[in-house]
């Protein structure tokens, strides 16, 4: 289970990528903040992988 465009990083970064997706559609937004927000909601390291993957491959809906 690998992102698109980000092979691994999904396993490896699950919540470096999601951070890197949201920050790159809300731009506005601190790098701080959005990591904290992620970590709060990731939960665990699958929960965490999933929510990447599905992120990933759909990042703006």
Do not use: F, Y
Request: charged fraction near 25%; hydrophobic fraction near 45%; charge should be positive.
């Amino acid at each position: 289970m690998t992102a698109p465009g980000r092979p691994n990083q999904a396993v490896c970064d699950p919540v470096g990528l999601m951070v890197d997706l949201v920050t790159a559609v809300e731009d506005h937004v601190e790098v701080e903040q959005i990591r904290a927000v992620v970590v709060s909601v990731a939960g665990g390291r699958a929960k965490a992988r999933r929510l990447a993957t599905a992120l990933a491959e759909r990042p703006r809906c």
